[in-house]
């Protein structure tokens, strides 16, 4: 891993990019993304050993143990903003530590595959309410309070599919890295 440029390591699909418009299409391809996240992510890991899930993707990162508890910590997040944003007006939502919680030790020595399960109904739920927005719910706010930021739901569609994809790409890369099947 030495030789791979560390941005690359903790970007491998590169920074999210926000689309210039949020069309129909796009909603529904980052969804179908979401949607389809948890299976990638089981078929990634589930057959990996304890030594190669306690290996971290880039030098000084997580673990792919940690990788796949986070998804589930933050997505969970996801869902909960989602739905204080559907019904609240412009709510200020409760940030986290990330870092932090990655330290405890259901992320670094608790199994994958209760969380593995989590996350398969954790997605089923976010893409059934995100198929199930309309117009004006797409564009319902939530604020956030490191950075005094609204984010719209459309907006966090498009992250929340980027960020699966992401971590996925940090599993992958390493796996290929490591020649492991």
């Known amino acids: 891993m030495e030789n791979i440029d560390l941005e690359k390591l903790k970007y491998p699909i590169g920074k999210f990019i926000e689309p210039a418009t949020y069309n129909a299409s796009y909603i529904s391809e980052k969804i179908e993304e979401i949607a389809s996240f948890p299976e990638k992510l089981k078929i990634e890991t589930i057959h990996l050993t304890n030594e190669q899930l306690d290996t971290p993707y880039r030098p000084d990162g997580w673990t792919i143990r940690q990788v796949i508890h986070?998804?589930?910590e933050s997505h969970m997040n996801c869902y909960?903003?989602?739905k204080w944003a559907l019904t609240e007006n412009k709510p200020v939502i409760k940030a986290y530590?990330?870092?932090l919680w990655s330290q405890l030790p259901d992320s670094l020595?608790?199994?994958?595959?209760p969380t593995l399960s989590l996350l398969e109904g954790l997605h089923f739920r976010l893409a059934y309410i995100m198929k199930n927005l309309s117009e004006d719910d797409?564009?319902?706010?939530?604020i956030h309070p490191e950075n005094n930021s609204e984010y719209r739901i459309k907006q966090i569609i498009g992250t929340y599919a980027w960020h699966s994809n992401h971590h996925l790409a940090h599993i992958t890369t390493l796996k290929k890295y490591k020649n492991w099947q």
């Open 70 to 72: 986070h998804c589930a």
């Open 80 to 82: 909960i903003r989602i």
């Open 97 to 99: 530590d990330e870092n």
């Open 109 to 113: 020595q608790m199994p994958i595959k």
């Open 138 to 142: 797409l564009e319902k706010r939530f």
